[in-house]
């Protein structure tokens, strides 16, 4: 309904009551109404899968049509990202959010910070998700709370250029709300675990799930060492599990996006079950860096596989693991990849050691040759000397293209010295373009930051306590951070305004009329930055 089909609608239902709700404005309850758009989780989840849907025909139209995301930690910095983005963009259109499980361990957990190893609680997952949906929520509230208030000032006005105009921008206003992809790590157990627990971040509001194929007990975060992948169908019965829980709730369009270690991991717990050659299970298993042996030469506890009709013994570690032969991770990737798309997941992630398009691509390129339309969501990782890394590139290209590098050392192209040179202003362009660029080439339909805002809010600390506590004093926190809210344009430098100071006040006048009290008058110091 419209704003104003709202408002005659509900006073419809007040005049029903014969009288007694007389006391309730039409109005008012429309307006509410029109703030709380999204009633539970549920409605969020299925609202922001049609979205990610739709995106993602989008993107197989035109891989110009790619998406982003930036990780967030906490429900103000999900909130002030989206109010930033409507701000300069005008759209949320292909920004979503997304839930870091490293951020989570590391900022969220009640045993305080710790690494990305799937040891915080499996329910601070669903937590965070929720207090994401309800301070995007909120935003909505407080941008819609001041049209009313200046729909009620053109009333007063008598302008009514002005109040079509703002009744036209009501009735079609773009919400904060937008897909979060989730960090399930590796499922925080068995299949069961992961479907509760799946359940309960869809219910938070959760439209897309990511989860990895690591061991759940001996999960490592995708850029450190010794990780330790599963045989396929112990992962695709979690993969299913996710799809049973989309389906339960009625999130008949959730999305799972699969991860794949495999690139960075070379051990394995566990040596897959195969019926038939040529299945998951022996496909899996004929990676395994074995030796060939004899009856003899059996020992205690020895486990043993046929292959090609002949008796192999995997290698086993002192920690009961078994290690991969080395230089099969890509190959690896590329059916870890295949299976999942052909056992139910929606989005592919390979989480790789650098940013490098070809490398990507190369793995995608065959994906593609089995299942044409997959697709990627990317981590564009702090964990990656950007900077490094792509003046290395440039290094090397330049090498093959046989220019002139004896001004350069690749070993330090980090250095500031080469700052204002050719070659970092190339490898600068290519960082700028790299998300463009790898969604055309590499299938990328999604990029994302895992922990940006950690570091943002690491560095702006940083900065302040600088000036703050040194000589600047609080000319540190006026000149660098007031005087910039206010000269930027910064919702959050009307801190009152933004925590629903005015949202609790316009309650208190609908609830109370004119004996509310409010906390908005004259005296509020917020009225300092009115201009």
Known sequence: MTYQDSIAATAQLIKSHNGTWDGIGAEAVARMQIQNRFRTGLDIARYTAAIMRRDMAAYDADPANYTQSLGCWHGFIGQQKMISIKKHFGSTERRYLYLSGWMVAALRSEFGPLPDQSMHEKTSVPALIEELYTFLRQADARELGMMFRELDAAREMGDEVAEQRLLQAIDNHQTHVVPIIADIDAGFGNAEATYLLAKKMIEAGACALQIENQVSDEKQCGHQDGKVTVPHEDFLAKVRACRYAFLELGVEDGIIVTRTDSLGAGLTKQIAISHTPGDLGD?????????????????????????????????????????????????????????????????????????????????????????????????????????????????????????????????????????????????????????????????????????????????????????????????????????????????????????????????????????????????????????
């Open 283 to 531: 496909q899996y298993n004929s990676f395994l860096d074995c030796e060939e042996i004899a009856v003899g030469d059996l020992k205690a506890g020895d486990v043993v596989i046929e292959r090609d009709g002949k008796l192999v013994r995997p290698k086993r570690l002192k920690s009961n693991l078994y290690q991969f032969r080395e230089g099969t991770g890509a190959d690896r990737c590329v059916m870890d990849c295949i299976a999942s798309l052909q056992n139910g997941a929606d989005l592919l992630w390979i989480e790789t050691e650098k940013p490098h398009i070809e490398q990507i691509a190369s793995m995608v390129d065959r994906i593609r040759e089995v299942v044409p339309n997959a697709k990627l969501v990317y981590n564009n990782s702090p964990s990656f000397n950007w900077t490094l890394n792509f003046r290395q590139q440039v290094y090397d290209a330049w090498v093959e293209a046989g220019r002139d590098v004896s001004a350069y050392d690749r070993a330090k192209l980090m250095s500031v010295d080469y700052d204002a040179t050719d070659l970092a202003a190339e490898a600068d362009e290519r960082i700028r373009t790299f998300q463009a660029d790898a969604a055309k080439r590499a299938g990328i339909f999604h990029h994302l930051i895992t922990l940006p805002t950690y570091h943002t809010a690491a560095l702006s600390t940083d900065n302040l306590a600088k000036e703050y506590f040194g000589e600047a004093g609080m000319l540190g926190y006026v000149k660098n951070v007031q005087r910039q809210e206010i000269r930027q344009g910064i919702a959050a430098v009307k801190h009152q305004n933004m925590s629903g100071s005015d949202i609790g006040d316009d309650h208190k006048e609908y609830f109370a009329g004119e004996a509310a009290l409010k906390a908005g008058g004259a005296h509020n110091t917020m009225n300092q930055f009115a201009a």
